[in-house]
């Protein structure tokens, strides 16, 4: 087993006549076509904006990745890359606590290459390199079952919302003088893009950070087609106050529109801006289908169920589309339970065991988890030696316990998913759902 220090001493001779490397400036076009290559659907239509994507990651203006981020494997014989992915770094946060995030992505083996673990030692390589970068967690958006292989578990919604079709009766409604007005976003909008991102994930338990930086980039630097634009509209009232936001993306031809965020000032109506939102893309739709081939008949807003839109255009909405999920490591439990240890006693100051005194013992198995409490502090995290089986207050086995940790999953949820996943005492019960409650996440990953 190699250390860190072994693991990114790049280049390194694999066997088959094989090298794997760090990703080198010059490798932008064989990469686009690679990708390109690798992760269209269909082969007689490639997906142009994977090209566009690779470009934007290695031109050197992206704010958190470098080709350096790029592993790749070559093959020496002919010089082709048969294997790659880039790690992208980023800040999540956990309610209001900031932690590093690593997101490998763009996975690929060129199918003659497959079945020799060639992801296997880029993703090590991924994992060493997070690491270095700090990061207490490790993020994939990637096809079923693949990545529990690495070590991770799917335990926070990725995507998923609902359509707003205009042919439903009573849902394209005209005013006759609208009541509001939208623009393109610019930098000069940023303090008030922050305000408005707030509101936009204000349910939401993972958040992205954006810097300045990261704004920029969303905003102008990156190309217009690639996935990482933000086309964010800034909304004014009558009065002619700037009072909300909307992003909008589509993907082609065969695209419906996607509206993935959207924030409203406090005081102002969720449901007021929403419609407006209706009319003003059914505005844009009429002149967008006089060129298109298949005409676009719906808005999919894609903030899975919590975020206040849905609320306040509920009765309006239809066709549920149900959340896939991240694939999420945590390579280091105990530390990044102690990071976030001011979320967790706010949590339990707030619950019906304020002021709690005690201890709360996880069984993962493999390892452990100790709390100990005094007079609602988190005093103590670490480890216990269980004597049996049973000597614990709760079991989650394997990487079970990740699913209440990110809120994706109810203690009762977990349970009747898992039936080895439960608590044993009333008191255990108690303390878990005060500390870990359901709470869905929608994060807008930076690509």
């Not at 997906?47 to 080709?67: C, F, K, M, Q, Y």
């Not at 991770?152 to 005013?175: H, Q, S």
């Not at 609208?178 to 349910?203: C, F, Q, S």
């Amino acid at each position: 087993m190699m250390d860190e220090d072994e693991l990114l001493n790049l280049p390194r001779e694999l066997e088959d006549n094989l090298l794997l490397r760090w990703g080198r400036p010059d490798d932008v076009d064989e990469l686009a076509a690679y990708n390109i290559r690798q992760h269209s659907d269909d082969q007689s239509a490639p997906e142009a904006w994977l090209g566009i994507w690779i470009r934007d990651l290695l031109n050197g203006v992206h704010p958190t990745v470098s080709p350096e981020n790029f592993t790749v494997i070559e093959d020496l014989q002919s010089g082709a890359i048969v294997s790659s992915q880039v790690l992208i770094p980023q800040i999540w946060l956990y309610e209001d606590i900031p932690f590093g995030v690593g997101r490998p992505e763009l996975v690929s083996t060129d199918k003659a290459y497959r079945r020799r673990g060639l992801i296997r030692k880029q993703m090590e390589v991924a994992h060493a390199q997070s690491a270095q970068m700090g990061h207490m967690v490790q993020a994939i958006t990637g096809i079923p079952w693949f990545y529990r292989q690495f070590g991770y578990e799917m335990t926070i919604n990725l995507d998923g919302g609902r359509n707003y079709y205009w042919a439903r009766r009573g849902n394209d409604k005209p005013l006759e003088k609208e009541n509001y007005k939208i623009r393109p976003a610019t930098m000069a909008d940023v303090p008030l893009l922050n305000e408005l991102y707030k509101t936009h994930g204000a349910n939401s338990l993972i958040n992205r950070r954006r810097t300045e930086a990261i704004w920029r980039y969303e905003l102008e630097t990156a190309n217009p087609q690639a996935i990482a634009f933000l086309n964010a509209q800034i909304i004014s009232d009558e009065n002619g106050r700037d009072v909300a936001y909307m992003t909008l993306q589509t993907f082609g031809e065969e695209s419906p529109l996607f509206v993935r965020e959207v924030g409203v000032l406090p005081g102002h109506s969720w449901r007021s801006v929403g419609l407006f939102i209706t009319r003003e893309l059914k505005r844009r739709v009429d002149i967008l289908n006089k060129e298109r081939k298949k005409p676009i008949t719906n808005i999919l807003f894609i903030m899975g169920d919590i975020h206040p839109l849905m609320t306040a255009l509920d009765g309006q909405l239809e066709k549920r589309h149900n959340p896939y999920a991240w694939y999420i490591r945590v390579p280091d439990l105990h530390g990044f339970m102690r990071h976030i240890t001011p979320v967790l006693e706010r949590r339990l100051a707030e619950s019906v065991v304020a002021g709690h005194s005690g201890s709360l013992r996880l069984n993962f198995a493999t390892d452990t988890l100790k709390l100990t409490f005094e007079e609602g502090r988190i005093t103590e995290i670490g480890r216990y030696e269980p004597k049996e089986v049973e000597d614990m207050d709760a079991l989650f086995p394997d990487l079970s316990f990740l699913h209440l940790l990110f809120g994706h999953r109810s203690l009762e949820e977990l349970g009747l998913a898992r039936t080895d996943c439960y608590a044993r005492t009333a008191e255990a019960r108690v303390l878990l759902n005060a500390l870990f409650p359901k709470r869905p996440s929608y994060i807008t990953a930076l690509n």
